[in-house]
């Protein structure tokens, strides 16, 4: 409970620098300090990370680690589409932003969270937001598990810190340990799906889960945010993955298989354009599938560079438009480079790194220039000069 006085100080406060606010506690003896400051902190990273939570009044907010592992409200809504049925199980709550989104696409849902204080926090706010067919359990979920009736599908986001309190990238690792739960959840459910670190590596993680039959890499904004683990009994021959770049104005899905048995074209030297694919592609390493569909042709096997004659419009990724490239030679670079004071340097596949490079070249950050420093097929090093197509 926040009392009164409390309340009205974080009104009062919302945008106000939570260091500061706690520097000046003794100014303040009837506001319950460390309640106002959770609440501030959290509204405030509430509105860039779920817009449409911070424009509700009166709902609370947990400590900043809850809200930092909690999802932002776009990947939530990504979930939510590839999710619904009669009942919905999620046997990690936590903050409940994923049980919320996802369960507005079911009858019934359950929240399972084993900290009391979340489930506290999530009961007050499933009810301001009339999410009223959300049932809150405090429990462990290997407890609850085989209490549950039969879900259409149930949701795990197991915790990626270990005891000691640092980051594990392994489903074994993480809690509740998926692997070892995998066959019981399955006898509850016709689907699951376990939201994973995405630093984590695919090929394992398929390999520890007998049932993965789709994999889902979220970006938002070229970020890469989640992976997300499908499991359902059925036995498909390929597992499907889908490469998901979310941005304001639209999400672009590029999907293929595991499986990359796909043929690869590559080019002796830059085009007219060159493409960089977004971040969810670079994580599920599917160029071949990409070169293929798009008949783009790759500069170097390890350069996840493509280039073309003609424009790829929809291309998966940012596009540019070569205005020349050069060889790594001093002369031709200063060629390349006459009248550029500054430029966008990304490198791949190339001896320096970018803080190098632009002291070696002497060009300042920004402008509507773009350089690439890359390799060719040959092994050739080249310098490629570009603007946005």
Known sequence: MINEETQKFIQQHRNSDVRTLALQASRYPGVDMPAALTQIEGWQLAQHKLPRWAATEGLLYPPRISMEQCSSEATAQYKATLAKGSLLADLTGGFGIDCSYMSQNFDKAIYIERNSNLCHITERNFALLALNHIEVVNNECEETIPTLPHCSWIFADPARRSSSGGKVVFLSDCEPDIPALEEEIMLHCDNAMIKCSPMLDIAAACRQLRYVREVHIVAVANECKELLLILRKEHTEHIALHCTNI?????????????????????????????????????????????????????HPNSHLFTSEECIKDFPGRC?????????????????????????????????????LRKRLKIAEGGDTYLFATTLRDGKKVLIKCCKA
């Open 247 to 299: 941005h304001k104005e639209q999400t672009n899905i590029f999907s293929t298989t595991l499986e990359n048995s796909h043929a690869i074209r590559y080019a002796d030297e830059p085009m007219c354009y060159l493409y960089e694919p977004n971040a969810a592609i670079q994580k599920g390493n599917c160029h071949n599938a990409l070169s293929e569909k798009y008949a783009a042709s790759k500069l």
């Open 320 to 356: 540019f438009r070569i205005l020349e490239w050069t060889n790594f030679s001093k002369n031709g670079i200063k060629e390349l480079l006459k009248e550029i004071r500054q430029a966008n340097i990304t490198v791949r596949n190339f001896p320096d790194n970018v803080q190098t």
